[in-house]
C-alpha cells in the first residue's frame, strides 16, 4: 500500500513537486521574463552614484589653515630662540595657534593631494564643505 506523501521509495516525490509547480505557475498568470526586461529590472537609477564635484572653497581653506599654522609655529621657534623680541610667553600662544590650524590644514590637505593623485579609497567627498 502506497503513502500519501509518497516515500514509498519509488519516484513518486520527484514528479509531485514538478506537477505541483508547473500547475501553480499556470494558475498564477506569471511568465518568465525576456532578457531586455530583465535588464532593465537590475537597472535602478536611484542607486547610481552621482559624479563628485570639487571642493574647492573647503581645499583653499585646508590650504590657508596649514600655511597659517607654518607661519605660526615658525614665529613661535623665532620668539623661542629669541631672533625676534616680543611679550615674554608669547611663543606659548603662537604655538598652540599654530598646531590647532596645522593639523587639519594638513590633514584635509593631504586628502585633496591623495584623490588628486588618484590614490584607491579617497574621494572628494571624504573633505567637508
Known amino acids: 500500500m502506497e503513502r500519501a506523501c509518497g516515500l514509498d521509495g519509488r519516484n513518486a516525490p520527484d514528479r509531485a513537486p514538478k506537477l505541483m509547480r ?3 505557475r499556470n494558475r498564477s498568470g506569471y511568465s518568465l521574463l525576456r532578457e531586455e526586461q530583465e535588464e532593465q529590472l537590475q537597472h535602478d537609477a536611484r542607486f547610481d552614484i552621482p ?3 570639487v571642493p574647492y572653497g573647503a581645499i583653499a581653506l585646508a590650504l590657508f589653515l596649514m600655511a597659517f599654522g607654518l607661519a605660526a609655529l615658525v614665529l613661535a621657534w623665532m620668539h ?3 631672533v625676534i623680541f616680543g611679550k615674554e610667553q608669547a611663543e606659548i600662544g603662537f604655538t598652540v595657534v599654530g ?3 596645522l593639523v587639519p590644514g594638513a590633514y ?3 586628502i585633496a593631494f591623495c584623490v588628486w593623485r588618484g590614490v584607491p579609497g579617497y574621494r572628494w567627498s571624504d573633505i567637508p564643505s
Open 51 to 53: 559624479p563628485e564635484e
Open 22 to 24: 508547473a500547475s501553480v
Open 108 to 110: 584635509h590637505s593631504w
Open 99 to 101: 598646531l590647532i590650524t
Open 80 to 82: 623661542f630662540t629669541q
